[in-house]
């Protein structure tokens, strides 16, 4: 592989921005520029080539010639540098920034609000008498039910396409583990799945 960038978090937004490839406002940069590199073949070759001719490459390859290389380290031994709990911590912080700045958030409350009008517009003023009374009851909790589910997977599916490439590459650099990753979303995720069912609800 080449490298695109080797500097300091902070000064990343600004570099890229300085290469005509500025980072969203709402969106999480190390996450835009993973999902850039894993576009176009010749997006990766730009990247490269203004790394390559950018001073801030000079300047490490000068430094880089001080450093004494790493020799005879079994690399496949280290699986995992960082620990379970480390690896969840990061990636639940890393969740939490990204379904804050999502700008499917607004979908989301629009969808919940557009679901409540139409199960309230079927199902309102239900009787408590008659059988058939109990039975549009048990319509309207299978419908609400159905429309939550439905909301919640709406959502994970406009994200999904963006965030597998991230995974897969970072997945297999040894980043982290897949049951880390997995309940960091889903822990992410709950609060606001929470939320939609209460302003479904209500």
Known sequence: GYVIYFGK??????????????C???????????MMMNRKK?????FVEKYQNSPMSITYKEEAKDLTPFE???????????????????LYRRAIVNTLRAPSNLLRIFVDIF???????L?????????????CRIAALFYSTSAMIMIAMQMAILLLPE????????QASSLYDVSPYFFSKWLAELPFSLFDAVLFSV
Do not use: H
Not at 11 to 17: I, T
Not at 42 to 46: A, G, I, P, T
Not at 163 to 170: A, D, K, L, Q
């Open 9 to 22: 978090a902070s000064e990343a937004v600004d570099y890229f921005k300085s290469i005509d490839r500025p």
């Open 24 to 34: 969203p406002a709402k969106q999480n940069p190390a996450e835009y520029f993973m």
């Open 42 to 46: 010749e997006d990766n070759v730009y």
């Open 72 to 90: 005879n380290i079994d690399i496949s031994a280290l699986k995992y540098a960082a620990s379970w709990s480390v690896q969840f911590g990061i």
């Open 115 to 121: 679901f409540a009008l139409i199960s309230l517009s």
């Open 123 to 135: 199902y309102y003023d239900l009787g408590t008498t008659t059988r058939v009374d109990f039975q």
């Open 163 to 170: 965030e597998r490439e991230v995974f897969m590459r970072e």
